[in-house]
């Protein structure tokens, strides 16, 4: 996925933690804290220093925070201390947890250096002493003065000590003794609520004059100047007093991002089963896409902390491009992201070759609006990237349906039923499972270890299989066709045939389109031989007749075999029909079909002393049941009838008479119980008895 030099990208996977060491410095800052760690150095701090380090959240503040103190702790002359302002509640405990802590980290001798360890100490007992002094200001209510309050309560309760403002000035005293400096680093200020904001500030107001005692205090200005904005007081004048020094962290540039990112990925996906990766399609959706989503580091270890567990759910089936762009959406702007449900239609639906307008339905243009306000600058990336057919509805091109099975192929949320599994985490009935259909690909050209892969497939799953192969088979060698086609016509007798709905093509389609489409692979030369082979491999009359429907052609098309071929073919077809048994006939499918093509240029019916059996009577019978579906305008509601293909039963017995002696024929043997009855075949012995009547549908 990335091919420029390693760099450690471990720390990026481990949420939002900084980065405490110049070894994990991936955006090239350590030159940066080191000049910043300079000048805390260099900076007077006769009558003590407040720096301040801003930037906006996610900037990298804290990291660029880190490697400073990390420069300032090799000085034998600096002792770095942290504060953490979290870890008070509220006013009343900020004076005393803030001098409790610096002298905490002050007596802790194995943090200090060898050059202040002597005055580090002493220091840190006076400030304990002073902290002391400080706390009785909670039981003051509205206490204005700290100094004086403080000085007043400890004398209130006589103590025998010095006042705060006699330890003021030891302290004092120690520090500008020290041979050196203390620099308190406090970080979060922008995460408090506005009150501790203020309080924070007054807190280093108050103590900030402190000989070589620097402050280095990490915010987002923003932040800090509104919450310390306060009637006539401005925040930004406010800070202007109190900070010496201030340095903004530079934004960082895109291209800095690109290696952490990418590496980044490379790392989070590492041993996870995923979706296909599209070399080609790789560098466009990283450079116009993902990358210029991303402009904080902060942003980039969310993405890369949540792409793990995503790519996980959505296991091989989306293409992983399209889920790292999806995900850094998702993390990015979530808003936008959220309208991708509702969407699904637009966004996946392709264009009819009648539909040119370009004006858009309401819920288009409120799609389009919202999207575009959503994300951004990047609307118009996301759409061309991953739902190219939306693109008309910005102004860009249209596609067609034909580009719907490779979108499928390749598993990309341009396909509806893609986009639905990432959406949903759930695959809908009848959608298989990815690991079928790559089992199926896997063996295109081998006509037994295809047959042994489609066996795999669960029955309910196989039309699906076989639709979603179609996309695979645009370039097999021609000496791979006939066995594959060949092992695909061997599914037949697995597949539903005939309609079940309004627009539904019979179920016999999933198998005749993958073998049409191989089929037209093939050269005029090669044509003619490889489907009279197929004929003569197909064991069904009805998977023959199936294989001169796609290739025969007719009138107004142009077939794929010669009509020399196509006649010859169907004669052997008559003289088939008319050799096989009663029993075979029997168990035939749609033995109908079967007698009208093999009769279709037959003045009448061949002889055939089957037809006399009763249980291909029965046979032709329930095969000659249709369903008819219908609807009324205004309603989802469809109702099914059956119709009786009465034209063909009449020409496959020769006249009305003859099929009605068949008929009475039958019944007779269903009384012995030679015949078992079933519900189609006792649907259609009714409706026998109404054409017989003179009952036709009026549709």
Known sequence: MNDSASINVSSLLNGDDPIEDASEDLLQRADLADAFAAEIRRTSAKHGAVVALTGKWGSGKTSLLNLTASALEAA???????????????????????????????????????????TGRTVAEHLGKYSTAL???????????????????????????????QQRAQITQLLADLPGRIVVFVDDIDRLSQQEIQDLFRLVRLTGSFPNIVYVLCFDRGVVETALTDGAIEGSAYLEKIVKISMEVPPLPTQALSPVIAQGLDEAIEGINTGPFDEARWPDMFLQLILPMFSTIRDVKRYLASVPLTVRSLRAEVSLIDVLALEALRIRYPAAHDLLPAAADLLTGTAAGHQRSDEQTPHEKAFVDDFTRLLDGHAKPAVHLLFPAAEKLFGGSRYGSDWGPAWDRDRRVASRQVLDFYLHRQLPSGRAPIGYIAGVVDTIGDEAALTQALEQVPDPLLDDVLKRLVPSLQDVPADQVQPTATALLGQLPRIRLGSTGMLSLGGEWAVLTPVRALLRTLGEDAADPTVRSLFHRTPSLYGKVFLLDITAGGPNEQGLISQETAGSLRQELTSQLRTTSPADLAGERMLLRTVAVATADTDGTPAMESLSDVRVVARLLESGLRPVHSQTVGSVAVRTENRLAWDPLVKAFGTEEDLAEAVATLRRALGD???????????????????????????
């Open 76 to 118: 034998d002359d600096v002792q770095v201390v942290k504060f953490n302002p979290w870890f008070f509640s509220g006013t009343d405990q900020l004076i005393r947890f803030f001098f409790d802590e610096l002298a905490g980290q002050l007596r802790d001798g194995r943090g200090l250096k060898d050059k202040l360890k002597s």
């Open 673 to 699: 119980g030679t015949v078992e009855l079933n519900k189609d075949l006792s649907a259609a012995l009714a409706l026998h008895e109404k054409y017989a009547g003179g009952w036709r549908p009026r549709f």
């Open 135 to 165: 706390s009785p200001l909670k039981f003051i209510p509205g206490a204005g003065a700290v100094l004086d309050g403080a000085s007043a309560v400890s004398q209130f309760l006589g103590q025998e000590q010095d006042t705060v403002h």
